[in-house]
T-cell receptor, first 115, second 111 residues
Framework: GAGVSQSPSNKVTEKGKDVELRCDPI?????LYWYRQSLGQGLEFLIY????????KSGLPSDRFSAERTGGSVSTLTIQRTQQEDSAVYLC?????????????FGPGTRLTVL | GQNIDQPTEMTATEGAIVQINCTYQ??????LFWYQQHAGEAPTFLSY??LDGLEEKGRFSSFLSRSKGYSYLLLKELQMKDSASYLC????????????WGAGTKLIIKP
């Protein structure tokens, strides 16, 4: 079956511009995570969605970052007024029900480069 | 606090065996995950250990010792395609859904 998909795969933008990253989770998965991975680093948690519940935004690094999930499925991560330190790979993952003991399935990521 | 430690990088020879270690400090325990991540690709699930002991899946095995806060991933008959980063993760005991991730061990396989 289809896995987690993300678009675009690569995004190059100029400092100060806004960007939108999209994630399409595995059908039927209620839990959705966004992570950021800088070169050679581990995964940094950004935000968690569970179904239609209010998301856990505790990992968002600043108020320039926001995310939404429409209809409990597709999610978009928006970064406003991008800065060079935002350059990283943004990974989306979904799991069937959400507990931390559920296996997470990752998308291929969006590589963001801010010039 | 809670954290995970893994070696940053390891090198091994094609056809050999390599053991990648992971130690964790958490306020409780609810299993340990291993993921494989090839360069430029998404992490993919390898194993999830809850009980002590060794679990074997083909060329890959994962070991857990809860009393020692320690796990390892054992890769046998190494192939060039095993060159990747291996990430260790445990559930965050302060959360119902977050994982604490190690920084990953980059494994380099040489012919």
């Amino acid at each position: 079956g289809a896995g987690v998909s993300q678009s675009p795969s690569n995004k190059v933008t100029e400092k100060g511009k806004d960007v939108e990253l999209r994630c399409d989770p595995i059908s039927g998965h209620t839990a959705l995570y966004w992570y950021r991975q800088s070169l050679g680093q581990g995964l940094e948690f950004l935000i968690y969605f569970q179904g239609n519940s209010a998301p856990d935004k505790s990992g968002l690094p600043s108020d320039r970052f926001s995310a939404e999930r429409t209809g409990g499925s597709v999610s978009t991560l928006t970064i406003q007024r991008t800065q060079q330190e935002d350059s990283a790979v943004y990974l989306c993952a979904s799991s069937s029900n959400g507990p931390s003991t559920d296996t997470q399935y990752f998308g291929p990521g969006t590589r963001l480069t801010v010039l | 606090g809670q954290n995970i430690d893994q070696p940053t990088e390891m090198t091994a020879t094609e056809g050999a065996i390599v053991q990648i270690n992971c130690t964790y400090q958490t306020s409780g325990f609810n299993g340990l995950f291993w993921y494989q991540q090839h360069a430029g690709e998404a992490p993919t699930f390898l194993s999830y250990n809850v009980l002590d002991g060794l679990e074997e899946k083909g060329r890959f095995s994962s070991f857990l010792s809860r009393s020692k806060g320690y796990s390892y991933l054992l890769l046998k008959e190494l192939q060039m395609k095993d060159s990747a980063s291996y990430l260790c993760a445990v559930p965050d005991m302060d959360s119902n859904y977050q994982l604490i991730w190690g920084a990953g061990t980059k494994l380099i396989i040489k012919p």
